[in-house]
Structures are given as C-alpha cells and as structure tokens.
C-alpha cells in the first residue's frame, strides 16, 4: 500500500533472505522508486538498495549505497553498522560456529 515505507522494505527484505528468496527484492525496490520522482534521493531507499546489496554479496554495491545513507537521522546508524561490518568482514564468514544457522540470518 505505502511502496515508501521503507523502515516495512528493509524488513522485507530481511524476511526474504532468511527465507532464501532475495531474487523477489528487485521487484520491491521498483516499486518505491517508481512511486515517487524524487525516491532516487531517499535514505530510506538507499539503505534498502545496499541491504540488498549486502544479502546478494555486492560489497561495492552496498558500500556505495548505504554511504548515501549514512548521514540520514533516522537512517545513517543503521547504515554506518551495516557499512563497518563489511569493512570487517566483506566475506560475510563467521567467525564462530552458532547454534543455530538461523539466530544471525533471522536478527531483525
């Protein structure tokens, strides 16, 4: 109903990882950019387009997007936690084994 929800997109976007379909993503973020002329400029959506990113293993990608994120009030933690934990890890290996392979997929 609301494609510039985009606290709603981003956890979207969380679900269809855990739930391994990050190939339906593009659809989502579409929708939002074509619901408003201006969305290209959004935080909101940049920080959705980098968590994509992230999930789908495009580090440039991601840094590129969540750094326009970044200076949002609302969107720039977020955004910079995303952005340090690829600068440690742009791998995305685990340093520990957990206890279940859904605690760290599924934190929302």
């Not at 739930?19 to 935080?43: I, K, T, Y």
């Not at 720039?76 to 600068?87: H, R, T």
């Amino acid at each position: 109903r609301e494609p510039n929800n985009y606290f709603a997109l981003s956890k979207l976007i969380k679900l269809l990882r855990c739930a391994g379909q990050l190939n339906d993503v593009p659809r989502f973020v579409d929708l939002a950019e074509r619901s408003n002329a201006r969305s290209l400029s959004h935080p909101g959506l940049n920080f959705c387009k980098g968590l994509h990113c992230r999930y789908s293993n495009d580090v440039p990608g991601a840094i590129k997007h969540l750094n326009l994120a970044r200076r949002d009030g609302k969107w720039g933690l977020p955004a910079l936690v995303n952005m340090i934990e690829l600068y440690l890890n742009p791998n995305c290996e685990t340093q520990h084994t957990p206890v279940s392979p859904l605690v760290n997929c599924c934190r929302i």
